[in-house]
């Protein structure tokens, strides 16, 4: 087991890296964790940007097998891409010799503190929220044959507020972007799905009027499966085309994509960026607006 001294600072232990500034850019503001390999620290760089910077630990640093392993096993999580993932933006050396990388900071708290904190004891509704979106993310892990090998609620990180995307499927299909502190940021708004199947319907003379389901195959045997297809599975790679547009464009690695609308439990298990369906969003932003004015 490595020592105090050997896990990071001239000094001995973690914490003497904070307040130092590392690469004369990144400034050590905060120790947020160690483990059996490496420390992770809040930092902001002379630029203004915040991240969070994983450190080797002094005495793995010296084996470069290690180096190597520590590095590539980073990279990985870039390749799931999945919101619930922490992005690696870049690697370095500290002045030391020990690997670095420079990750997102998320401001928040592990579920194993917030266990702690509501009395060892959680809602199972909560609990099947957390569970639901650590299984979808672990689903694109194994597609890629990628196996976490230390899962545990002390890894697992409950951002404080949440950025999200809310594609509601009404007469329009609107996708809108909040941010963590709740403001608005913007958003898109297409075709809804409904006027896209009365717009084929009346400008295609032979096109007859169909149901909006989805169909048994993406490609139909027949003129009705065909526009089913068309129109069901169209809006699936619409939305998530956006929703992948907006995630690059707006730098929301970690984000949470919620549907509601009349359409939207025929879309969402069909998309791979939709995370929940709201039925009653409007009516409970409406109920909380309410309350607060009350």
């Avoid at 199972?124 to 990628?146: F, T, W, Y």
């Avoid at 939305?239 to 549907?259: H, N, Q």
Wanted: glycine content about 10%; aromatic content about 4%.
């Amino acid at each position: 087991m490595a020592n105090q001294k050997s896990k990071g600072g001239d000094d001995g232990g973690p914490n003497a890296r904070v307040g130092t500034v590392i690469k004369g850019k990144w400034k050590i503001e905060a120790l947020l964790g160690v483990g059996g390999m490496a420390a992770v620290y809040a930092a902001s760089h002379r630029n203004g940007q915040r991240a969070a910077l994983k450190i080797l630990h002094t005495d793995f640093a010296r084996e470069k097998t290690i180096c190597e392993r520590f590095l590539r096993e980073a990279y990985v999580s870039n390749k799931v891409n999945h919101g619930a993932t922490v992005q690696v933006l870049d690697d370095d050396m500290t002045e030391g010799g020990e690997p670095f990388l420079i990750m997102e900071l998320l401001e928040g708290e592990t579920v194993r503190d917030a266990w702690k904190k509501s009395g060892r004891t959680m809602p199972g509704g909560r609990v099947l929220q957390i569970c639901e979106r650590v299984l979808d993310c672990l689903a694109s892990c194994h597609a890629i044959k990628v196996i976490h090998r230390d899962l545990k609620p002390a890894n697992v990180l409950l951002e404080n507020g949440t950025k999200a995307i809310v594609v509601d499927f009404g007469t329009a299909t609107t996708f809108d972007c909040v941010t963590p502190k709740g403001e608005y940021m913007g958003g898109v708004i297409a075709p809804g799905i409904q006027i896209s199947a009365d717009a084929l319907f009346s400008r295609a003379a032979k096109l007859p009027r169909v149901e909006i389901q989805r169909p048994a195959k993406v490609v139909g045997r027949n003129t009705q499966h065909s526009m089913q297809s068309g129109i069901v599975y169209g809006y699936v790679g619409l939305v998530d085309g956006l929703v992948e547009r907006i995630i690059e464009e707006t730098a929301f690695p970690s984000c949470a994509v919620v549907a509601t609308g009349g359409l939207a439990r025929l879309i969402a298990p069909l998309s791979r960026t939709i995370h929940d369906v709201e039925d009653d969003l409007t009516l409970t932003g409406l109920r909380i607006l309410h309350e607060r004015n009350v």
